[in-house]
């Protein structure tokens, strides 16, 4: 089985089990999965912006499914029915957006679209990115850290 395998298996137990350490196990399995986009795009203002857009274009989907789905039991047999293939698919339409998230910025009424790029990377790299960071990398090795 596989190392996701196992963990929704201990997910499903710990739920089952103890509940009330549930959201804890969940939080430590995104912040891990953030943690791996984040050292793949680079760990500067592009993997921020791309952590966030693609979570804000994944939550609007969800959103905007509920809210067109005429009750909660028709969200959820369409979700079964359509999960492979429409979830699917706009996830990797999300994931290509969210890899161009800049473009956006360039493109907002020009210059300011490029003014305001360089503003977020300002405030990104003075105040953002060591919280950020301590907060992914708080149990990490040093040794980890370096590679």
Known sequence: M???????????????????????????IVRRSLLAVWRARGGGLYACGFLVTFVYLEIRMFFVDIFQAESISGFFSEAATEMLFKYLGESIQNTITAFIWPVWFVQYEQPWGIAMLVGMYLVFANFIKAPLENWLFHDEPPEELAG
């Open 2 to 28: 596989s190392d996701r395998g196992r963990e929704a298996k201990q997910l499903g137990m710990l739920l089952k089990d103890e509940p009330r350490s549930f959201p804890s196990a969940v939080l430590v």
